[in-house]
């Protein structure tokens, strides 16, 4: 099994990365926030979770261990397969998807493309006392942790933008605007 790679970013694609160690390109899927903050030659070192199918060997990759250790959590669900996890981490940080699972609130699981109601409610409940031992929530911040523009980030979500498209386009608006209907406006124009 592939526990850990680091190596150099050979190409970026929009769900995978090609790291390059010692000659040999490895193809890992990794969430968007991973593909939004690193740049083709850069060096980067991912926590990898090898899947075998009859018909494919696939990596999935990870900047952090406890996202690593939430992947598995998710994937162990009957039903949720490694790609579907991997849509998790798109819609919502760590922080929030744990949070979201602890507090027994399946909604944020709800917008993941192949996670219907009773999905999510599933995953909630089978997962709600096993996420705190194994997942630790050091340095994972949730929406209501991350300040002012949470409401900004939201309002975005429900227009149907990924929580880390809103994070990203919204570090393009001038800081110095502090009301919210103003900021999703300026926000969409740099969309």
Do not use: C, W
């Amino acid at each position: 099994m592939i526990a850990f790679i680091s190596g150099k970013i050979k190409q970026k694609d929009g769900t995978f990365l090609v790291v390059e160690n010692n000659g040999i390109g490895y193809k890992v899927f990794v969430p968007a926030e991973v593909l939004l903050n690193v740049k083709i030659g850069n060096d980067v070192e991912l926590y990898t979770y090898q899947h075998v199918r009859e018909d494919a060997l696939l990596l999935f990759g990870f900047v952090k261990y406890e996202e690593l250790k939430l992947f598995e959590q998710l994937i162990s669900i009957s039903g949720i397969g490694p790609k579907t996890a991997l849509g998790v981490f798109t819609e919502a940080s760590v922080g929030d998807i744990v949070s979201a699972i602890v507090n027994g609130d399946a909604s944020v699981l709800k917008r993941v493309s192949g996670i219907g109601a009773k999905t999510a409610e599933r995953i909630v409940l089978e997962l709600k006392n096993k996420i705190t031992a194994s997942v630790k929530l050091d340095g994972l911040k949730s929406r209501e942790e991350m300040g002012e523009d949470t409401e900004v980030i939201e309002a975005l979500v429900s227009l149907g933008y990924s929580v880390y498209q809103s994070k990203e386009a919204l570090k393009k608006v001038d800081p110095s605007i502090k009301d919210v209907s103003e900021k999703v406006r300026e926000v969409l124009k740099n969309i």
